[in-house]
């Protein structure tokens, strides 16, 4: 049982770590790409801070799990960007169980993916 909790645990967090792999790579290397990705965006954040504790809690997180950075200049790319696509949704829904505010409008490419 310790075990299978471990392996499971181990699992979710090298999805978590290539997610924030993929995501920093899209926004600094496809830029346009990651635009594009991002227009079929819908929805709105709210502020539930679990983009932001993904393997690691973002020590830039105050006490109140809100950004200390987030109108400054500062603030990195892959955060302004979060989410990309709907595998970040997806990411937020497997380390928390719970909903991110945004979701994405399928696609046909997507869709034939799965089907
Ligand atoms: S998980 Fe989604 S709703 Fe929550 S803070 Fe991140 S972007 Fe906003």
Redesign the pocket.
Known sequence: MELGNAIEQTKCELVLLYGKLRRFCLTTLAPRRTRSRMLRRQGK????????KFIFRCPLLDENNLCKIYHSRFRPLVCRR??IDQRDVED?YLNYGRK???SFVETKNRRRRFH
């Open positions: 954040c709210r502020q539930c801070a679990s983009c932001c979060f989410p937020v991110c505010g945004y």
